[in-house]
Structure formats: C-alpha cells, structure tokens
C-alpha cells in the first residue's frame, strides 16, 4: 500500500508539473502578444465597386483568395459601397464585430477611416491607395507604383499604333490612378515623342456612360489605341470593340473586357502588402505603416491575353521595359 500511494503521489506530482507548465507558456503567449498561425483570422473588406468589377476592388478580392492558401482567414466583403458615408458605416461595423483585419479598400474611406481607427486600438486597419497613417499604428497604408506598368503598357502602345494618336480614359486624377497614366505617357515618350496622347479625366471612377462618351471622343480624333483604369473602364472598352481600337487595362487582367482587342494588362497583387499585415497581427505587433508593391517585390505582374496575337519585337520590348524597371536601369520619373 505505501508503495501504491507513492506511484499515485509522484504521478499527481508530474500533472500538477504539466498543468504549471501549461499555465506559464500561455502566459507567455499572452506577454509575447502573439497567436497561433491556426487560429482563424477575421479579415473584412469595404470597397468602393463590385467584388466582380475586373478592376480595384476584384483585385483585393483575388488577392485575398490567394491569401486563403497560404493562412487560416475568414472573409466577409461589402461592396458596391461608393457612397463615403456607407462604407464609413461598413468600416465601424467590422470593428464592433471584432474582425482582427479591415480593409478599407479606397483612397475616398481616408477621411472616415482617420476618425474611426483611433476607437479601435486593437483593430488592424489598412487602406489604399495611399501614403498616409494618420500618425496611428493601427493604421496600415498601401499602395502601388502602378507608374511602372503604365510605362510597360505605353512602350507597347507605342509600338502598336498606326495613327500615332492614343487616348486615355482616366476616373479622378489621384493616387495609382493618376501615376499608372503618367508612367503610360512617360512609356509611350520613351519609344516615339512625336506620338500624341490625349488624357481626359472625367472626374468619375463609376460613370460608365461617360468614359463611353469619353472613348468615343478619342477615337474621333484619331486614336487606335485606348487605356484607362477603374471600374467605369467597362464603358471605354465597350466603345474599343465597337471600333476594333486597341486597349491596355491595369488593376485587374481585363481580358475578359475584349478579347479580340485586350492587348495585356498590368495586375494588383495585394498578397504582398496583406501578408506583411497578417504577419505582424500573427507576431503580436502593430506597425502601422506604408507598404508599397512594384514589380521587384511581385506586388504587380503583367497578364498578356493569350488570344492576342502579339508581334514578337513588341512584346521583346515590353520584357525590356519590366526587366529594366526590375533592376533598376529604367526608372520612369513618376513619384
């Protein structure tokens, strides 16, 4: 009997062993202010048009299904939410709802977003495209230089125009916007000055009816070429194969716009910027900051339409073009 009890004491003496050992890891977890890779993270997104869009914010929303083979993520999305005082609403509302992510996918939600992370400490906010955390660390700020694409894109405009006119559709002169067309002009330069690019900004990053206006204007005065971005390029496009005129996209592959006239497009690859913010909500730290995506770190690519018959010497010149932005020996001049 009295060697029974000593097996039975030593026995509860390891468990109560085990049990402290147990106690002081989580609590170490807990002073590291990390999480387990396994526990689901919680990632929402607002964006400004449909999750559908072949433009902005189908490019999150495919970055973020890639993200899903690599991490245990939860997503929910809201989109279609244009109007700043929705998505503000959408925005406060992932908070309360606890998700650890929230993406507040457009340069238009800054505004909102600075008046609502300061209430959310705990909460990682991340919004784009921009350059700008408030000051806050909880505030994550991505962006792209979409400027090189753009140059890609124009050097192989350059090549394919007969008339020696090109147009483009621009939404609202801003951020990725504004320099994808800049880096564009700057592309088309690089192989023939002496080629026109007429830019027309409408002022709209959803009024499809008037980039289709906008498209026709160009195409009267000459243009076999055409390029824009956002989600109201679908009006461009549709007025491109109407007149079989050539179109370069960017944010999304917009192949799917015309195949019989998408020469190639430049594409949004979130993955970068939302896994070095998934990584530091992994690693317990928040490091709010400005996260920029080129083509060095893969955060943008080329998607060339396999339907497209593509001359060989133009798309020589297109891998010219990203092989030099690569390595640094062209640089496109945009900021």
Not at 210 to 220: P, T
Not at 309 to 334: F, K, P, Q, Y
Request: hydrophobic letters at 45%; glycine letters at 12%; charged letters at 20%.
């Amino acid at each position: 009997m009295s060697a029974l009890r000593t097996m039975a004491a030593r026995r509860a003496w390891l468990i109560g062993l085990l049990v402290l050992a147990l106690a002081a890891a989580a609590c170490a977890d807990e002073e590291d202010g990390g999480r387990s890779a396994d526990d689901p993270i919680r990632i929402a997104m607002v964006g400004p048009s449909a999750s559908n869009d072949l433009a902005f914010t189908q490019s999150m929303v495919d970055s973020l299904n890639r993200l899903g083979e690599t991490y245990n993520i939860e997503v929910d999305v809201t989109d279609g939410t244009f109007v700043i005082e929705d998505a503000a609403v959408a925005i406060r509302g992932y908070a309360d709802d606890g998700f650890d992510i929230v993406l507040a996918h457009g340069s238009q939600f800054g505004g909102s977003l600075s008046e609502i992370a300061p209430d959310y400490p705990d909460t990682y906010f991340a919004w784009g495209t921009s350059r700008d955390t408030f000051g806050l660390p909880n505030v994550y700020s991505y962006s792209v230089k979409s400027d090189q694409g753009g140059y890609i894109n124009g050097t192989m405009a350059a090549h394919l125009t007969e008339s020696g006119v090109i147009g483009v559709v621009g939404p609202i002169e801003v951020g990725d916007i504004k320099a994808y067309i800049d880096g564009f002009v700057i592309g088309v330069a690089s192989v023939d000055p002496s080629l026109t690019v007429n830019v027309n900004y409408i002022d709209s990053f959803s009024d499809v009816a008037l980039a289709a206006e906008a498209a026709q204007a160009h195409i009267e005065a000459g243009a076999d070429i055409l390029t824009g971005v956002s989600q109201m390029t679908v009006g461009a496009t549709g007025v491109a194969r109407e007149h079989g005129v050539l179109w370069f996209g960017s944010q999304s592959d917009q192949t799917p716009l015309g195949e019989e006239i998408v020469v190639a497009s430049q594409i949004y690859n979130w993955d970068f910027q939302l896994g070095q913010i998934v990584e530091d909500l992994l690693a317990g730290e928040m490091n709010g900051r400005v996260i920029t995506a080129d083509f060095s770190n893969g955060g943008l690519t080329m998607a060339y339409n396999s339907n497209f018959s593509l001359d060989a010497d133009v798309r020589a010149a297109a891998d010219a073009a990203e092989a030099g932005i690569r390595d640094g020996s062209i640089s496109t001049g945009v900021e």
